[in-house]
Structures are given as structure tokens and as C-alpha cells.
């Protein structure tokens, strides 16, 4: 997993008067948590963008006057009307205790089945994934160069190796699809749809940076 350091500032003060002070002077209201204090900190927009609208995911090493802590984001707020970032959960961890992240999920090689006019039906975008920090993957590559029309990849036929997927192991991930059809059967959709909006759900708050519209807090 890749990590960036995040440079941060001590918030002497919480409340909205102070938020809407750091907004305006190009900073983002934070909080750090899940270690021996809550910390309440500012980080800068700019290099929070960096991060946040970023494909790949990150750990993220907050520097507070020389004092480090390994994070991960937990949960994004955005401002509903203008989609701006406006506040960050980190959540620190140590090395030892597992953490749970949302981890994209990208494809390698050619598929016979799309070669053949059939098309890559993406289920899941993201998978949920509990781990120890030093195993958790920076990415899921599923090897599509073996998959023909009407075959699928499941949660059950990814790499486990000290990971564990937090979804049904039938799930599917990907599918194969005849160019005709738009979706899958009635039946699997409808259950892959359900099990791909707990993941995602779940992933709110897993060190995910979904969006959420939120406008309460600071």
C-alpha cells in the first residue's frame, strides 16, 4: 500500500466559526481518532484533493508538529450544493490490528468472450477488505485473459491470503456478458445489486472516500 505524509495543524478551537475560519484560509477541518486521543487538526485543501480524487489508495501518515501517525481516511464530508470537501475522519492504526478498506479492483489481459463481441460487466468497482496493515493490497487484479461469454468472477475466486473480503463469497465481481444483454438474469442482478450496495455501504466510513452529503458537524 502506498503512503503519503500529510502536514497538519493543531485546532486550538472547534465549533463552525473556527471551520468556516479554516475553510477560508485554504484548510480542511479534520479529526484523528482510534488512538490513545482525539486529535482535532487542520490539513490543506489542496494536498487533501491530491489524495481524495485519486484512483489508488493511500495510507496516510498525519505529521503534527514532528508527532506522526499512520491513518486512514474513514469518512469524507462534502458540501451538498458545491461538492467541496469539508471535513475528514482519519482514523489511526497500528501494525498489529487489523483495519478494513475499499479497494478498487482492476482488470489485466484481454478477454476472449469481449474479443468474441461480448462485453466486461463490472459489478464491483471496489471490494471491502479486512487485513493486517503490511497485507493489505493496493489494488484487486483480476486476470480476465481465460474469460469466455456467460463467465464470471466471484468474491470466492479472489486471492485470500491474509485478506478477508467482507461480502458474500458468491458476489459477483465481474462478468462476461453477450453484447445483447445489458444486464444479467433477473434473479443475480437483483442479488448482485443488493450485495454491491451493503460493500459499498459498508465502505463509507472503511477508508473510502465516497461522497456524502453532509453539512452537519463542524
Known amino acids: 500500500m502506498k503512503t503519503v505524509e500529510l502536514k497538519a495543524?493543531?485546532?486550538?478551537?472547534?465549533?463552525?466559526?473556527?471551520?468556516?475560519?479554516?475553510?477560508?484560509?485554504?484548510?480542511?477541518?479534520?479529526?484523528?481518532?482510534?488512538g490513545e486521543k482525539e486529535l482535532s487538526i487542520s490539513v490543506d485543501y489542496k494536498a487533501m484533493e491530491k489524495i481524495v480524487f485519486n484512483p489508488d489508495r493511500h495510507f496516510i501518515?498525519?505529521?503534527?508538529?514532528?508527532?506522526?501517525?499512520?491513518?486512514?481516511?474513514?469518512?469524507?464530508q462534502f458540501h451538498p450544493v458545491t461538492d467541496k470537501l469539508i471535513h475528514i475522519d482519519?482514523?489511526?492504526f497500528s501494525g498489529n490490528e487489523p483495519i478494513v478498506m475499499n479497494i478498487p479492483v482492476r482488470t489485466?489481459?484481454?478477454?476472449?468472450?469481449?474479443?468474441?463481441?461480448?462485453?466486461?460487466?463490472?459489478?464491483?468497482?471496489?471490494?471491502l477488505i479486512k487485513a493486517l496493515p503490511k497485507d493489505m493490497p493496493e489494488v484487486?487484479?483480476?486476470d480476465i485473459s481465460e474469460l469466455s461469454i456467460n463467465m464470471a468472477v466471484h468474491i470466492k475466486d479472489l486471492p485470500s491470503e491474509n485478506v478477508e473480503?467482507?461480502?458474500?463469497?458468491?458476489?459477483?465481481?465481474?462478468?462476461?456478458?453477450?453484447?445483447?444483454?445489458?444486464?444479467?438474469d433477473d434473479d443475480?442482478?437483483?442479488?448482485?445489486?443488493?450485495?454491491?450496495?451493503?460493500?459499498?455501504?459498508?465502505?463509507?466510513g472503511s477508508g473510502d472516500s465516497t461522497k456524502e452529503d453532509k453539512t452537519g458537524g463542524e
Do not use: C, H, W
Open 9 to 34: 495543524s493543531q485546532r486550538e478551537t472547534v465549533g463552525k466559526s473556527e471551520a468556516k475560519r479554516i475553510r477560508t484560509n485554504g484548510g480542511i477541518p479534520a479529526i484523528v481518532y482510534g
Open 90 to 92: 482519519f482514523l489511526e
Open 61 to 76: 501518515i498525519i505529521d503534527l508538529d514532528g508527532n506522526k501517525y499512520s491513518t486512514i481516511i474513514q469518512e469524507l
Open 165 to 184: 473480503y467482507l461480502a458474500s463469497q458468491n458476489s459477483t465481481v465481474i462478468a462476461i456478458v453477450a453484447a445483447r444483454d445489458t444486464v444479467l
Open 108 to 127: 489485466k489481459g484481454v478477454s476472449p468472450g469481449v474479443q468474441a463481441g461480448g462485453s466486461l460487466f463490472s459489478k464491483m468497482r471496489n471490494v
Open 188 to 204: 443475480e442482478e437483483g442479488e448482485g445489486e443488493d450485495e454491491e450496495e451493503d460493500a459499498e455501504g459498508e465502505g463509507e
Open 140 to 142: 484487486v487484479e483480476i
